[in-house]
């Protein structure tokens, strides 16, 4: 399985998709709150300024359909502004938090047609059809976390969201930019140790999860940010030479060897835009936060 096959490795790795259980979902939500990590407030600073232009940007009759939907609370804000939308598809792999929040929005929107579909949205998934004839089918991708794709992946996903939205489609995306490395190194080393907690909460997982046994006092988290591959990379560093069981396995570590836990990409606006026309993406709207740290962009199919 994949677990193995990354710690196996010459440079151990570990896919970051695995963070997100509860408790690592929960994590999550608390890293969006502490004052370090810019990321979701700036998102949210944009989507509010600029509501009515994203939403005329995406158009009249659209089908939203929002990958890694989540509890949708951000997206009410969208729904609330776009004229006469058609459905709104929320993908997410959590069936309750999919069920939960398609009941919430149901309520709340009683014309929306509202098609959830519970899936792992980099896979191949079929598209519902609306009772009424869709005119534009636009996708929604918020939170940046196209950064966790390295480019080949990166090209791929989009390749397929454009495929999924078809011409005169679009895809609404927020994109973390390039910026003063302290305040990338802040964000993802908070002075309150949420983010070390989330990436040790991994080794958590695999204990619980996989009969492993990992000493959590006996690894560090470390994250850093890579100039060269413009890209946060964080790290579980082993403290000390050590051994961990997988069942009738053993996985050694040497003295400061680590698993690499996560990339998170950073992109110029020519960066992102050169990954967009690669994928048969245009951009035709870009919207920043005064700092310029982060930017919300609507591509058209
Ligand atoms: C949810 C992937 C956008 O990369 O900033 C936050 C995840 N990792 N702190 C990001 C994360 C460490 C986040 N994304």
Known sequence: MEILQGLRKPYKELPSKYFYDEVGSQLFDRITEVDDYYLTRTESLILQQQIE?????????????????????????????????????PIDISREHLLQAS?????????????????DYTSAFALPQPSRPGKRKVAYYPGSTIGNFDSEPAKRFLSQIAQTCGKGGGLL???????????????????????????????????????????????G???????????????????????????????????????????SYKYTLDEFRQLANSTGFQVEHVWLDPQQLFSIQYLSE
Not at 105 to 110: D, N, W
Not at 235 to 241: A, C, Y
């Open 53 to 89: 232009a994203i939403a005329a940007a995406l158009g009249p009759q659209c089908m939203l359909i929002e990958y890694g939907s989540g509890s949708s609370i951000k997206t009410r804000q969208l729904l609330d502004h776009l004229v006469d939308p058609i459905a709104y598809v």
């Open 103 to 119: 009941l919430t929005l149901a309520h709340a929107y009683p014309t929306l047609e509202i098609l959830p579909i519970c899936a």
């Open 173 to 219: 995306i927020g994109v973390d930019l390039k910026k003063d490395f302290a305040i990338l190194h802040k964000a993802y080393n908070d002075c309150d140790g949420v983010t070390a907690q989330f990436n040790l909460h991994l080794l958590e997982r695999l204990n619980e999860e996989l009969a492993s046994n990992f000493q959590l006092d006996q690894f």
């Open 221 to 263: 988290h470390y994250a850093f940010y890579n100039p060269g591959q413009g890209r946060i990379e964080m790290h579980l560093v082993s403290l000390q030479k050590q051994e961990v069981q997988f069942g009738d396995e053993t996985i050694t570590f040497d003295n400061f060897e680590s698993i690499w836990t996560e990339s």
